[in-house]
């Protein structure tokens, strides 16, 4: 039941300290390290001063004692001078003769007995802390016993502890002072500077949380300086272009994936209309063949956006995912797309193969070669010819036709979705210019390249070269 309740507590402890915020967190951590510092400190230096001031009247006493002993025996009234003198700085002093008896003395201890007992001092210097009947603090005795002359003497010499511990009392209520003076101190320095640092936080935080994602215009403000806050906005706009940009793509994708898609429906619900209102000027094998070519553009149309949008999807430089790699034999591939066209094209077309395999997804590869070779088949002259060799450890494929070539100034942006170039969007109603941008990604997808280029030899048209890094070869 009780540490049920103790958990408990904890528990709303580390709740409240999690809640509190970075602000309250860090003021309550420098104070709390701030007061084990004082505390340490402190303690040290009082341990430090009370040794310092037992050492120093150790020191005094001795030399007293000393400066007796040296007296004893020679002179009576120079050693009573000595010992006026000593009292004078306020040391009580004894002198003992071999049987302890006390044979001169400091005006306050005469008729007095031994401060210490003679029989129990050691020969040599001793210390000892004692209380004297005339007075109510405590009294530092230093014996100093040795032979004078043949015959054993011994000096007692005692000084007052008392004004060494108001020393230390006064240094001890001076921390007991200054120690919480700092600690408000540290606590307010650093509720305030934390505080002063993490404004602009909370600017960025508001920011951010206004921008929607239909305005993504909106940028955060930045602190000036080069600090983690100025790095932190930085990152966060520069996240906010990538978003922009990125929203922008998407719209103008769908836009045109939607403008595209109207067409062949318009033209459907156009021969669809005819038909119903005038059937006599109708053919049913001519209605029929549109909507099969209206039905098969759609077709190819949904099934590159879905292609994109599943490259798209499998991340912007992103590669292959492993379950869909398998080795892919190119010149298969090239082989049954020369058959498929000289089974559908009056064009010349020349062929030349050789074995090259590749990792990676067979039908997206074989859509790759279909949209270049359909691409050359629309714009050739009268020729059209694929190639597939190996080169080091790539596998290249040079899909070359003899038509008109494509621009200069052209031969990045074709690539990019719904880009047709405008004479060939008079000439032919079929494409969507999405077939170049599919082969781009998949090409990428599989870590390979594809660009456009003059035919070999300096003869008219274009070439578009793909390559791909060849599968690796088994062991044996
Ligand atoms: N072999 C080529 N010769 C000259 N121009 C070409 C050739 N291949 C492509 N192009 C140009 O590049 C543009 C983009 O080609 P892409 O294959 O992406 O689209 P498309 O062929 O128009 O339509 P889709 O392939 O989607 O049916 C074409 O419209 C055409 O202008
Ligand atoms: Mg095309």
């Not at 005692?158 to 108001?166: C, K, N, R, V």
């Not at 001519?286 to 590159?304: H, I, M, T």
């Not at 629309?378 to 190996?390: G, I, N, P």
């Not at 280029?453 to 390559?467: I, K, L, N, Q, Y």
């Amino acid at each position: 039941m009780r540490s049920g309740n103790l958990e408990r507590m904890r528990d709303r402890v580390v709740t409240r300290w999690r809640g509190a915020g970075v602000q309250v967190r860090s003021t309550v951590a420098a104070v709390l390290v701030q007061a084990l510092v004082v505390l340490a400190a402190g303690g040290l230096l009082l341990l430090l001063l009370r040794d310092d001031l037992r050492q120093s009247l150790e020191a005094s006493n001795l030399a007293t004692a000393q400066s007796v002993q040296a007296l004893a025996g020679v002179d009576r009234e120079d050693l009573q001078a000595a010992i006026d003198a000593a009292a004078r700085r306020r040391a009580a002093v004894q002198l003992l003769d071999a049987d302890g008896n006390v044979v001169a003395s400091s005006a306050d201890l005469r008729g007095a007995a031994p401060l210490l007992d003679p029989a129990t001092v050691p020969t040599g210097t001793g210390h000892e802390k004692v209380r004297l009947p005339f007075d109510d603090d405590a009294y530092l005795v230093t014996s100093l016993s040795g032979q004078v002359d043949g015959r054993r003497s011994t000096v007692f010499v005692a000084q007052s502890l008392g004004t060494g511990e108001d020393t230390l009392h006064a240094a001890a209520a001076g921390l007991a002072v200054a120690g919480p003076l700092l600690l408000l101190a540290v606590g307010f320095a650093t509720y305030v500077f934390v505080g002063r640092a993490l404004r602009p936080v909370t600017r960025i935080r508001r920011t951010v949380e206004g921008i929607s994602h239909r305005d993504l215009s909106e940028r955060v403000p930045r602190p000036p300086g080069q600090d983690e806050v100025a790095r932190l906005a930085t990152t966060m706009n520069a996240m906010l272009d990538r978003l922009e940009g990125g929203e922008a793509v998407r719209r103008q994708f769908v836009s045109d994936a939607s403008h595209e898609l109207r067409s062949p429906v318009a033209t459907l619900r156009a021969a669809a209309d005819i038909a119903l209102t005038q059937p006599e000027r109708t053919d049913p094998a001519d209605l029929a063949r549109l909507v099969r070519g209206e039905a098969q553009r759609l077709d190819r149309l949904v099934s590159d956006l879905l292609l994109l949008a599943r490259l798209d999807e499998r991340g912007r430089a992103g590669t292959v995912a492993e379950p869909e790699r398998e080795e892919v034999d190119l010149d298969d591939l090239v082989t049954d797309e020369h058959r498929r066209l000289r089974g559908t094209t009056g064009l010349d077309v020349a062929l030349h193969r050789e074995p090259a395999r590749v990792l990676g997804d067979a039908s997206a590869l074989a859509r790759v070669l279909r949209n270049l070779v359909d691409n050359a088949v629309r714009h050739a002259h009268s020729s059209v010819a694929v190639e597939l060799r190996r080169n080091g450890s790539r596998a290249v494929l040079v899909v070359t036709n003899d038509g008109a070539p494509v621009p200069v100034a052209d031969r990045e942006r074709i690539f990019d979705r719904f880009v047709r170039l405008d004479e060939s969007r008079a000439r032919d109603a079929g494409g969507s210019g999405l077939g170049l941008a599919v082969v781009r990604d998949v090409v990428t997808a599989h870590g390979g390249s594809v660009r456009v280029e003059d035919p070999e030899g300096g003869a008219p048209g274009t070439s578009f070269r793909v390559e791909l890094p060849l599968a690796p070869l088994p062991p044996d």
